[in-house]
């Protein structure tokens, strides 16, 4: 389902901001840091770049962790990070304001890396996952090592679950969203996400088993 413009009409004529950071004292937006986020919303629905630019600062951090844990690289997670920032900064006058503004760039971002990986195909074989590396009693590099080499299979073994089932282990796992939180962010009900990230942990599971 394309929860994208869920909530919105016409889109704002105006460019957004440069996504350029927090400010710093004496810059535009300086002092801004600790207002609600939904006081951000409503100045920058009014016009005002300083409140957005706050926004953008203080969630790209874990929208861009997302997706790239989505998509498996940084350039294609950064180019749906900032459409996803310009979808919101045209629609922020229409935002109902139904969830938090960090859940509804969430659904953003998912809903946007959902479609990219739906229009790939397969860049690895299902065989490609890394081996475990071999124990050495040489110390600490053998053992990054083999961390290394965990964390690249466990990355190739989610390409292996469903869209949908990645999206609500990334949500849940990686970002500790609650289960609720999950069904707003993917557009479903929360039994529908309990069920995917059933299926998803008994996937990895058996991916992962020679890691255990």
């Known amino acids: 389902m394309d929860v994208e413009h869920e909530g919105f009409s016409s889109p704002r004529g105006a460019e957004p901001p440069p ?41 790209s951090g874990r929208l861009l962790a997302l997706a790239f844990h989505m998509l498996g690289n940084v350039p294609d997670a950064e180019e749906a990070v900032q459409d ?27 809903n946007r890396c959902l479609n990219v990986r739906r229009a790939q195909t397969p860049s690895l074989a299902l065989d490609a996952v890394a081996e475990p590396a071999a124990h050495d009693a040489g110390g600490e590099p053998a053992r990054a090592a083999e961390s290394t080499a965990a964390t690249a299979a466990l990355a190739q073994a989610l390409t292996h679950l469903r ?26 009900s929360e039994q529908t996400v309990r069920g995917r990230l059933f299926r998803a942990r008994r996937t990895l599971m058996k991916e992962m088993a020679s890691w255990r």
Not at 85 to 106: E, H, I, K, V
């Open 84 to 110: 996803a920032f310009l979808s919101a900064w045209r629609r922020l006058p229409q935002f109902r304001g139904d969830a938090a503004f960090r859940t509804w760039m969430y659904r953003i971002v998912t």
């Open 19 to 59: 996504f350029t950071g927090a400010a710093r004292p004496g810059e535009p937006g300086a002092g801004l840091g600790d207002v609600a986020d939904r006081i951000l919303v409503a100045r920058a629905a009014e016009g005002d770049d300083d409140a957005f630019a706050v926004l953008v600062h203080r969630h």
């Open 163 to 188: 869209p949908g089932q990645r999206a609500c282990w990334i949500l849940r796992e990686l970002h500790g969203l609650p289960y609720g939180e999950i069904a707003q962010v993917v557009g479903e």
